[in-house]
């Protein structure tokens, strides 16, 4: 309610909510509007009142502030995705579910007759594996629970049938195995000395070790002895549902690699959303067993537009992994790659995100893509912030982004689509930070920030890099090799961004590949909503190259943050590789990673890393009829 007075006449009095409009001006006193406050997020909101006469003067109330805190009643939603009602099962198979929450799922378990399966899983994709073999053959009921941090819970079930029998072809050899200290990892490197190009998927089993293992490959392209493109992917657990970013016009084409690591044949369903939110080229195809398929989006089986910039999402019967790739012909007709993330479905809730890098002028450009995850438009603003101060907080900065200057940019996504916002190159000078991503509602965006560099007018690198979740523990593959600048070097970079109006203080640490530590661990201050962005050798000025290993992050309250790695090639070009980190406070429960796309040969080879604590397990590289693909070294540690 409010009270008005005009020494004419009050015509009306506007509420608002956060400045928004809330509900139709009220004509008359008293003066009140109804507010439903279970439309409206949890937390503070600032409540004004507009007061207007005939001749049109207006006075705005000062605001109150008030705190939202509706109980949560709303249980979640969640539906078992693999396997299917009915499916005949047999060996290990992976168990997966999607569940989403108003707010926010904190764990899903799943069952067998009502017995607890494994430990809960915290984080999506739900998935577990299950030996069937410890089941009797039969008709069984399994289930799955997901509850919210209310108590709320929902469970489904289905029926499947075991026949451990039917006995899978024993798999292959494998390409290596591994043994990990602790703290350390391992990597090897394809050999890629054919002329023709072969192509495949790798497994990454963990055998022993009670905390799962991440890893990573990065693709390289040679094209004449010069090194013209890497790019890096991360090895992950299968996911049944996911959404890509797709470009396709006269120099940029997009590809997507499945793999499917089960014992049963997925069926793989999928339909393209258009920029303005229209579907369209909706299909499906069947993916055998223990095999892979990779095409461009405008090749069989996809068979998309000729041109086109929007979204492909897929659907799959069984949990496959799954990668995108961004293509790019650059002045000089050379392919560049990087790759793109998938994202996941459903209502993606956040206040903010960040993403901790970008880059414009002095041929630096910064591409922010906004997919929208949910089947309904959403939208608000993206601002843009310096890297800021130890003692001061970052600044608002003004750029030029889609031709127009300013300090924030407004972006609105039509279901199930996707919208750009490009930097414009147009500074001879340099300007870093971070990209804070501000949702009208609590649906946030999937954000990526594709970084692409000219030197003399040539594109010579692009890096697409998707925004990490906020975390207070990561670990990444770190690399120092030659003096940076100089043809051959590599050189690890990290950005570290402040999410919050508080600087934070952040504890650094290398380790090298055999788990012992090369030097004393440092600590940097990174400013409120800042940035501190350098190159390994500058956070660690005593480390002595070479160096290959691992860098640990560790926060007391949660940061996030942007991995690249640099290359000076042969010709001296900059290259940028994105080498995605692993959150260690994400409980990961499948012990089975899996690299959708490998490819060795025909100029291109894979090195692949895997590191974690101490565990030991087996690796994999198989091509078409599961036979081993490529001949690997390994890396000294």
Known sequence: TATASDNVGVVGVQFKLDGANLGSEDASSPYMVSWNTATASDGAHSLTAVARDAAGNQTTSAGVSVTVNNPDTTAPIISLTAPTEGATV??????????????????????????????????????????????????HLLGATAHDAAGNETSVGINVRVNNSSTPPPSPPPTATFSIPNGGGESWITTGNSASLSDGY?????????????GLAIFGFRSNGVLLSEAGVPAMPPVSAGRVYVEVNGVANTGIAFANPNNQDAVISFYFTDAAGMDFGQGSFTLSSNSHTAAFI?????????????????????????????????????????????????DNTASVLVLPHFADGAGWSTQVVLTNPSDVTIGRIAQ???????????????????????????????????????????????????????????????????????ANGVTVSEAGVSAQAFGSAFRMYAEVTGGLGQPGSIETAVA?????????????????????????PVTVTVPGNGQVAKFISQFFPALMPPFQGLLK??????????????????RGDFLLTTT????????????????PQIVSGGGYTTQIIVYGESSSGKLWLISPGQSPMSTINQQAP
Do not use: C
């Open 90 to 139: 047999f060996g290990t198979i992976v168990v997966s579910a999607n569940a989403s929450d108003n707010a926010g799922v904190i764990g899903v378990r799943f069952q067998v007759d009502g017995s607890t399966l494994a430990a809960e899983d915290t984080s999506s994709p739900y998935s577990i594996s299950w030996d069937t073999t410890t089941a009797t053959n039969g008709t």
């Open 202 to 214: 790798a497994r990454i089993q963990q055998d022993t070790g009670g905390t799962p293992l991440s």
């Open 298 to 346: 405008n090749q069989s089986p996809f068979n998309g537009s000729r041109s086109m910039l929007g979204t492909f999402t897929f659907t799959s019967s069984l949990p496959v992994a799954v990668i995108a790739v961004r293509g790019f012909t650059n002045e000089h007709g050379e392919f560049l790659i990087t790759t793109l993330p998938v994202a996941p479905l459903g």
């Open 384 to 454: 843009f912030y310096g890297p800021g101060v130890s003692g001061q907080n970052a600044p608002l900065l003004t750029l030029n982004v889609n031709g127009s200057a300013g300090v924030g940019f407004g972006y609105q996504i039509p279901p199930r689509s996707a919208v750009r916002l490009v930097t414009g190159n147009s500074s001879p000078s340099l300007q870093v930070g971070t990209v804070h991503i501000i949702p009208a509602g609590s649906t946030v965006p999937t954000p990526i920030a594709i970084f692409s560099y000219k």
């Open 496 to 520: 570290l961004a402040n999410p919050s109006p508080i600087q934070i203080a952040v504890t650094l640490q290398l380790v090298k590949m055999d788990g012992s530590s090369p030097t004393a």
């Open 553 to 570: 992050v560790t926060a007391g309250t949660p940061v996030a943050l942007t991995v690249l790695r640099a290359r000076y090639n042969e």
């Open 580 to 595: 995605p980190p692993s959150d260690d406070t994400v409980n990961q429960p499948s012990t089975l990673l899996v690299l």
